[in-house]
Nanobody, 111 residues
Framework: QVQLVESGGGLVQAGGSLRISCAASGSIFSINVLGWYRQAPGKQRKLVARITSGGTTYYADSVKGRFTISRDNAKNTVYLQMNSLKPEDTAVYYC?????WGQGTQVTVSS
């Protein structure tokens, strides 16, 4: 089983940047894809970005050009660099390997 722990969330002004991290532990040999989802209050959880073990990435249209997902396989950690943040990016951000989920980290963007 894989355990995922997110960190790095917080409060930032619109236009600012934030980097969140997700550290994986446990049966890490089972990790191929790592992804970030987000869930705003009253809304469904939605995919933000994904990255394979080989480095292939996918981004939701709403974050393309602003967010960058990356991973450090040696550290079993995935990152989400978020630039040009908007108030609509406010949500709880979750890390997943498509089987396990982290507890989430709150990102709040003030206008």
């Amino acid at each position: 089983q894989v355990q995922l722990v997110e960190s790095g969330g917080g409060l930032v002004q619109a236009g600012g940047s934030l980097r969140i991290s997700c550290a994986a532990s446990g049966s890490i040999f089972s990790i191929n894809v790592l992804g970030w989802y987000r869930q705003a209050p009253g809304k469904q959880r939605k995919l933000v970005a994904r990255i394979t073990s080989g480095g292939t990435t996918y981004y939701a249209d709403s974050v393309k050009g602003r967010f960058t997902i990356s991973r450090d396989n040696a550290k079993n950690t995935v990152y989400l660099q978020m630039n040009s943040l908007k108030p609509e990016d406010t949500a709880v951000y979750y890390c997943t390997n498509d089987y396990a989920w982290g507890q989430g980290t709150q990102v709040t963007v003030s206008s």
